[in-house]
């Protein structure tokens, strides 16, 4: 059985989604719901239809899940309850200190309803995540490192283009490389802020701008760039063009333990990405977490999930004899 | 209340799990049982009784999981099935051949008797297994690529000691770095055995013995060292002790895959292990692993599991709301 799926909002996030579905054998994409003109959106699969997102409460019995790719700030914290009242969904809600918040919500909606919703699925939270709890459940005692990068963080770019006198701006969340090295050599450093990652941007000023302000602007920006040791480059929307358009990202998350009954033995776990595309790798976790969301859903489960409570074989298009047969 | 936890088998992946227990909130060590002399084997926890195998039986009702710290050759084949129809169980099997046999003898024992069992649980079966299953998920056009060490090969250090005129051998898998940085730059090579791995073998040869018939020997063995470009050591039982005591390994499970509608964007995932002992984390796994067994088996749940079909969150001594807010 194809398990039909419905994209909501068609931006990076839904245009990746759209692409890994292509390489889900039992999955289809049933339809993409947009708040904006659906006649002037184009999607790249053929006979599929663009609706109005007023219009998805009518595609009950048509479509199994609902992958919700709006934003985390003001989008996901109200669709994604509405629409678990509807449908079993997936978001990727990645605000990270309102997720307990967001989860009693969706969780309420998902349970009167009979659905199934997962939360926060993609990388940071998502696959990270799933790596810090079983690196934390498998040395108890040990101490953790998340570093970022190298990679576009939209929400610094976004800071920098707010700037009166700047055109457009691209930030690259840069690891410092000595830090990871100490990390895993298992010394388990304290370190500042300052000390794990810098901060290098790539600004496009207006025609006459005070560039050394502008970069005094950026630099000294709290929240954002003023703990950290922040690098500018002014260049030209050519430039800025050829040079940046693509959104790579990654990162690591290192745990490092002692084991033994002297606790003297030193143990490192270590899970690395390095991803072309951060929209493109995110919405195929979505994807796979769809099918998961589906299958749970099967059995007869409702409410709210994240990854932590998705046994990893139903994310897997295989059965659970295959799986043991060619990757255990 | 505290899951109690029986070991079977006092080797170094029975006392690993003695010190990990240590490490467990919610756990404690009811007992130890070998196939030796009890009275011969000293336990490192304070009022643990260590009783006979065959006494075993004898302890249902007073011990939650059994943790089988045998070997996979000739003792867990008979041993899983045998305890899984008294006691959950939770076993390190690492023949991946034989996984499906092993997995559907345990399976009737364990469903016979209401009990619960995890098999194959450690890192290759175990957490390498997991990353392979998670990054096929999300990356469905890839290749996998597994390295493993620096460490030590148990079985090819045994093999090393059968030869005649050998006292001791010790034996070294070593990744090759080239081939290792060619997977993670998402080259996608296709890479034969000499070109993943090497093999360092250290070796105590008699007085006396032919080192250069010893040396051809070890290098032309099949299976275990024709295939690779291997090197040759000979050194005194003194240096042996000082410098090859311990059993550190490691090693990595790479996949370079690509996303985007014509598949051009690379996207690696890369999970790596540096362990100072092989058997302390394996058997930390094993003890995480026993807290989930108890916990599914609460829930109802009975028969045969691998790692793939526990959720994440059932690993943790973290509640499902104390994960969120924590590791999300």
Not at 41 to 53: C, E, M, R
Not at 85 to 112: E, G, R
Not at 145 to 173: E, M
Not at 319 to 325: F, I, K, V
């Amino acid at each position: 059985m194809t398990i039909r799926i419905g994209i909501i909002g068609y931006g990076n996030l839904g245009r990746g989604a759209e692409s890994a579905l292509r390489e889900a054998p039992d999955m289809e994409l049933a339809a993409v719901f947009t708040r904006r003109d659906p006649r002037k959106i184009s999607i790249l699969t053929k006979g599929v239809p663009v609706l109005p997102y007023a219009d998805s409460s009518k595609m009950q019995g048509e479509i199994d899940v609902m992958l919700l790719c709006g934003g985390s700030a003001t989008d996901l914290p109200v669709m994604t309850p509405e629409i678990a009242a509807q449908f079993h969904v997936v978001d990727s809600f990645d605000n990270h200190t309102n997720i307990p918040a967001h989860f009693a919500a969706v969780d309420a909606a998902a349970k009167q309803a009979g659905k199934l919703a997962v939360i926060s699925v993609g990388w940071d939270p998502g696959l990270f995540s799933l790596n810090r709890l079983y690196a934390n459940a498998v040395l108890p005692q040990g101490a953790d490192y998340t570093f970022w990068g190298k990679g576009v963080s939209q929400g610094h770019s976004d800071a920098i283009r707010h700037i009166p006198g700047v055109l457009d701006g691209r930030q690259y969340t840069v690891p410092i490389e000595a830090a990871v090295e100490r990390v895993r050599r298992g010394e388990n450093p304290v370190l500042t802020t300052r000390e794990k990652h810098t901060r290098e941007c790539f600004v496009v000023a207006e025609e006459g701008a005070d560039l050394d302000s502008l970069a005094h602007t950026i630099k000294t920006m709290p929240n954002y760039f003023a703990d950290y040791d922040t690098t500018i480059t002014f260049i030209s929307r050519e430039e800025m063009e050829r040079d940046h358009g693509s959104l790579p990202h990654g990162g690591s998350v290192i745990r490092s333990g002692r084991t033994g009954w002297d606790a003297r033995t030193t143990q490192t776990i270590e899970y690395r990405l390095t991803l072309g595309s951060n929209p493109e790798f995110t919405s195929s976790i979505l994807v796979a977490a769809a099918r998961a969301a589906f299958r749970l859903a099967e059995q007869g489960q409702s409410g709210c999930k994240t990854m932590f409570d998705l046994p990893p074989a139903s994310l897997s298009p295989l059965s659970p004899g295959e799986l043991r047969a060619t990757m255990l």
